[in-house]
C-alpha cells in the first residue's frame, strides 16, 4: 500500500485542520492506520493509531482535541485535530500495519509527511 499525507498548514492556537493519509494500491480498511509525528530535535512521536475494527487509541497529549476517522469509500483515513497548541508542531506522518490493534509497532508502510505549524 502507497501512503499520502496532505492537509498541513499554518493555523492560528486554538484553530483547527485537519489532515488526510490517502491511500493506493491496496484498500485502506484491511490495514491499521496510525499517525505520528516529529518536531524539530525530538523523537518521533505516536499521535493515534485506528485498528481494521476501528478501535482507537490516544495518548493525553491529544486526547480530546484529536479524532482519527475512516473514510473507506474514499479509501482515506482523516485526523481532525481541534483546538491546535503550538507545541502540536511537527511534521506529521501516516503509517499502516497489516496487524489488527490500535497501536502496532513497528508499522510497515509509512507516506510522506506533511507540516503542521502552529502559531501562538
Known amino acids: 500500500v502507497q501512503l499520502q499525507a496532505s492537509g498541513g498548514g499554518l493555523v492560528q492556537a486554538g484553530g483547527s485542520l485537519t489532515l488526510s493519509c490517502a491511500a493506493s494500491?491496496?484498500?485502506?480498511?484491511?490495514?491499521?492506520v496510525a499517525w505520528f509525528r516529529q518536531a524539530p530535535g525530538k523523537e518521533r512521536e505516536f499521535v493515534v493509531g485506528?485498528?481494521?475494527?476501528?478501535?482507537?487509541a490516544y495518548p493525553d497529549s491529544v486526547k480530546g482535541r484529536f479524532t482519527i476517522s475512516r473514510d473507506n469509500a474514499k479509501n482515506t483515513v482523516y485526523l481532525q485535530m481541534n483546538n491546535l497548541k503550538p507545541m502540536d508542531t511537527a511534521v506529521y506522518y501516516c503509517?499502516?500495519?497489516?496487524?489488527?490493534?490500535?497501536?502496532?509497532?513497528?508499522?510497515?508502510?509509512w507516506g510522506r509527511g506533511t507540516q503542521v505549524t502552529v502559531s501562538s
Open positions: 503509517a499502516a500495519s497489516e496487524k489488527d490493534a490500535t497501536v502496532v509497532f513497528p508499522y510497515d508502510y
Open positions: 494500491g491496496r484498500t485502506l480498511s484491511t490495514y491499521s
Open positions: 485506528i485498528s481494521r475494527s476501528n478501535g482507537t
